[in-house]
């Protein structure tokens, strides 16, 4: 392992870009290799062993760049998938699941936390755990959002749908008197402007990114792994060489990137197209 690694992250799509953004905030010196898994999205409707054959998949191909650390950008495979992937592969793999939860009941006056998360990560009962397992006396409401992921793929953040389908998803949780919400799917980072202001301002928001990429920044503190220079992998696992970061999708390209445009802003990048049956083999680049 070496500090001038590159730090892989994936996703089911673009919604592994709100902890991106965060790295880039916290990390500036990292090199990240971003996989979206956009042919098979949603996961949140995928069953337990699908989500963890993914998540395999997807590291053994990260793995090719040499990574130092893997990100599982993604509540839902940090729910389901998250011990399989560690016990498989020896290297540090972080979830967002866990940082959600701590910076939650450091936010949270009430103990009374709501969550929004897919309905895989919903019945996988990953996040009652988590937070019963820091603090046996907090009160977790979760709510599935099956629509949200959707939307957001197809760059779809506001508008009179988005509100009345976010509405229905907040009442339950209003009712119940949560005074903190987790988005605790990686796409709704890019709801939120909608979901604070349904919410009110008396409900506070928690993004795990920001706590994941902390997270992130004093393990590789620890191993010491921080990197302070330029190098990354090949896609076809020969030796490394200076490159900047590298975006893969497994699905179209062309509504990966502009939907990656909405979310990173200026942030230059291309986008890869994986094709899924050869995903152990080559890439072909896409992007614009
Ligand atoms: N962004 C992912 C998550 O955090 C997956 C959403 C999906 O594909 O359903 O759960």
Do not use: W
């Amino acid at each position: 392992m070496s500090y001038s690694q590159p730090i892989g992250v994936f996703d089911s799509g673009v919604g592994g870009l709100s902890v991106v953004r965060q790295m880039l905030a916290q990390l500036p010196d990292e090199h990240i290799i971003y996989f979206g898994d956009t042919a098979r999205v949603p996961y949140g409707s995928r069953t337990p062993d699908e989500i963890i054959a993914f998540g395999e998949q997807i590291v053994s191909f990260l793995q090719r760049f040499d990574v130092k650390a893997v990100v599982a950008a993604c509540n839902t495979s940090s729910s389901v998938s998250l011990p399989v992937l560690r016990e498989r592969f020896h290297l540090p793999v972080l979830g967002v699941l866990e940082p959600g939860v701590r910076a939650a009941l450091e936010t949270t006056r009430n103990r009374r936390i709501g969550v929004l998360a897919t309905a895989a990560t919903v019945n996988s009962g990953a996040f009652p755990r988590c937070f019963l397992a820091y603090d046996p006396g907090v009160t977790v409401h979760t709510q599935a959002c099956p629509r949200f992921v959707p939307l957001v793929e197809a760059g779809r953040i506001d508008g009179p749908e988005v509100r009345a389908i976010a509405r229905q998803y907040l009442q339950p949780l209003r009712e119940a008197g949560v005074d903190t919400i987790v988005l605790g799917c990686t796409h709704y980072p890019f709801l939120a402007p909608v979901i604070r202001e349904l919410a009110g301002d008396a409900i506070m928001m928690v993004d795990p990114a920001e706590e994941t990429v902390k997270e992130l920044s004093a393990l590789l503190a620890s191993l010491p792994l921080s990197s302070s220079r330029s190098t990354a992998g090949s896609a076809d696992g020969q030796a490394a060489e200076p490159e900047g970061h590298r975006f893969f999708a497994s699905g179209a390209v062309n509504s990966f990137y502009s939907s990656g445009r909405q979310f990173l802003g200026d942030f230059p990048f291309q986008v890869e197209q994986v094709n899924l049956s050869g995903i152990d083999s080559k890439c072909s680049t896409g992007g614009l």
